[in-house]
């Protein structure tokens, strides 16, 4: 612990000697959690970042970066080194009905292009970014216990403890900062996704797909030359009939791992507490059909952190967080209308090929709401 952060503990708590005191805490280190520490170790402040895995980890994702990524990354100096990890450039999306019926829709091109990347590399450059530009880094340490004691008292599970002025919650769908708060929305089971990294098929093009089926839906995108990730979203009774229909599809080994997470949707939680914030999905959870989740991740950590760096620096904290309020209400402006059609439409595989086949007759339509996912700000 460096000698500042010490005495600034010692004024703050008294002298505690084995006391770990930071102005920031910051619970997963996901694309919100690495933003946010990214960010707030810029700003000047004592920052720790405390993750559960240990990184590279995989993680169920489709492994799309939607182009409204790419500014946050320039501001955190990555964009050039995402560009240098393994990637798949994204010309278009192919939507899929359930009679085999597709309408395709150009996607951006250039240097702001959707890519997709394997989360493993992603998270990892991101949370190493957090740690070269001055944060405290903790992997393989599970945050079991809180205490509000006008600041925080953080626990884990292998028994360590440390202090911090401010919290985040940035630990994902079933945050344990939002259950040992009391704040957790009860999760809302209905679907289950999984989730593999699966051969290349031959003359699978650089493209997403994202297919209806009677029991859900699959997405599909390349990640690099050799691998495509493979995404299934059913309800638990069904999932393993759609498991069985990608091991057909695409000739998979019977014993081919899957990586699994639930729930798919839940109510979101206030971003802003007294001194607690909930970033990326802690604070809500998007369906992936819309492939956004990780912008909304980036973005609100380095919302976030700017609101926290102020606040610390002595501004009057309710404008701070009104601020903060309205910024985060702009990034999902216009935008949760397209979660909840997405929402309905995969919920009803029926309704989503109904879709396809109306843009097959009006295109407009698909490629009006594409473009309204892929080119926010
Ligand atoms: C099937 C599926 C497909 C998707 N496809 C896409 C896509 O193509 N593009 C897109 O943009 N989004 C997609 N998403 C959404 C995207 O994956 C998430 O929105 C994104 O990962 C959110 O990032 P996060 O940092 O908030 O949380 P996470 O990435 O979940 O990170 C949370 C971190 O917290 C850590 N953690 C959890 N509990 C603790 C604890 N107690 N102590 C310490 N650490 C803890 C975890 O280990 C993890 O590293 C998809 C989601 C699903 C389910």
Avoid at 18 to 25: H, Y
Avoid at 94 to 103: L, N, S, T, Y
Avoid at 116 to 139: I, N, P, Q, Y
């Amino acid at each position: 612990m460096s000698s500042l952060i010490k005495s600034r503990a010692t004024a703050v708590y008294g002298s505690i000697d084995s006391m770990q005191l930071f102005d920031v805490a910051i619970v997963g280190g996901g694309p919100a959690g690495s933003s946010c520490a990214a960010s707030c170790a810029v700003g000047g402040l004592a920052t720790l970042a405390l993750d559960r895995e240990k990184f590279p980890r995989e993680k169920v994702c489709g492994d799309c970066l939607n182009p409204s990524c790419w500014p946050v990354l320039e501001r955190l100096a990555l964009a050039e080194r995402v560009r240098d990890l393994p990637h798949s450039k994204l010309s278009s999306v192919a939507f899929i009905a359930i009679d085999g019926r597709e309408v395709i829709v150009d996607l951006l091109s250039g240097d702001g292009c959707e890519i997709s990347v394997k989360r493993s590399l992603f998270d990892d450059l991101l949370l190493r970014r957090a740690r070269e530009l001055g944060a405290d880094v903790h992997e393989q340490t599970t945050v079991s216990g809180l205490h509000q004691n006008g600041g925080w008292r953080i626990e884990t599970a292998s028994g360590e403890i440390f202090h911090a002025r401010i919290l985040i919650g940035a630990d994902g769908r079933n945050s344990t900062v939002a259950r040992l708060c009391n704040l957790l929305p009860r999760p809302e089971r209905e679907r289950v996704a999984l989730q593999a990294h699966v051969p290349r098929p031959q003359n699978f093009h650089d493209r997403i797909v994202l297919q209806f089926l009677p029991e859900g839906y699959s997405g599909q995108a390349p990640v690099n030359e050799t691998q495509l990730n493979l995404c299934l979203v059913s309800t638990p009774p069904t999932i393993s009939k759609l498991r069985r229909w990608a091991e057909r599809q695409f000739q998979l080994p019977a014993g081919q791992p899957w990586r699994t997470i639930t729930p798919l949707t839940r109510s979101p939680i206030p971003s802003a507490h007294q001194n607690l914030f909930f970033i990326g999905d802690a604070a809500r959870v998007v369906e992936p059909f819309t492939g956004e989740g990780i912008y909304y991740a980036l973005r609100s950590g380095e919302l976030a952190a700017n609101a926290i760096a102020k606040i610390l620096r002595g501004d009057d904290r309710n404008p701070v967080l009104r601020e903060f309020g309205r910024a985060y209400a702009q990034m999902y402006r216009g935008r949760l209308w397209i979660n909840r059609l997405s929402r309905a439409a995969v919920l009803r595989p029926q309704l989503g090929s109904f879709f396809v086949h109306m843009a097959r007759i009006n295109p407009s339509i698909l490629k009006l709401l594409t473009a309204k996912i892929v080119s926010l700000g």
